[in-house]
């Protein structure tokens, strides 16, 4: 048996760490790379927000983007009633969206089906290290409903979901604390901006 070098034990090492990371690389998707992506601004933001004296700095965040990282945290949840989120970023701080809830979870299936769908349009507001979404329309599995029933179906959706959670939740239109280090949001045509 013929005794290989150093040398050549580390070329045969590094070929092999190289096509592994080629392989391994190929193997991720664009939407996790987005999510990925996000969770290094937001790490980066949080960092970067104990420097005394720094101007305010903007970061662009594309929707594309964005809706990968709401998918990559409803998959991280060990405990969630949300199939599927998604939003479509407009200018002036308008956003659409959908919300695909497992009723079953909820014990709604009874009034909406195995699944309930809201898609709603809102304008966001956001300051002081806080957002909020007041909504402007609400579809309850495509049907359009009025501003008093959507704050019954809300009040249910709510109050079902602090059940099965076993604490309280919020709303949709409930104020919100951005991630540490976010100032406030903007959201332009196919994209938010977060001030930091």
């Keep these: 048996m013929i005794a290989a070098s150093s040398h050549t034990l580390w070329k045969i090492a590094a070929v092999f760490l190289c096509v592994a990371a080629v392989f391994l690389t190929g193997t991720i998707n664009q939407q996790t790379r987005d999510a990925l992506k996000v969770q290094t601004v937001l790490k980066t933001i949080e960092g970067q927000s104990t420097r005394i004296g720094k101007a305010e700095q903007t970061t662009h965040i594309t929707q594309s983007e964005l809706n990968a ?41 009874l009034f909406f089906g195995e699944q309930l769908e809201l898609a709603f349009s809102a304008i966001l507001h956001s300051e002081n290290q806080t957002a909020r979404l007041n909504l402007t329309t609400l579809a309850v599995n495509g049907q359009s409903i009025s501003p008093e029933v959507t704050k019954q179906v809300l009040r249910q959706v709510t109050h079902a979901a602090s059940w099965y959670y076993g604490e309280p939740v919020t709303g949709l239109e409930d104020e919100y604390e951005l991630p540490p280090g ?15």
């Design 69 to 109: 990282y709401i998918a990559w945290r409803i998959s991280r949840e060990e405990k969630t009633v949300i199939r599927h989120a998604a939003v479509e970023l407009l200018d002036d701080n308008n956003v659409e969206g959908v919300i695909l809830l497992d009723t079953t979870a909820l014990n709604l299936n």
């Design 182 to 196: 976010v100032k406030r949001l903007g959201v332009k045509k196919a994209g938010v901006i977060l001030y930091h």
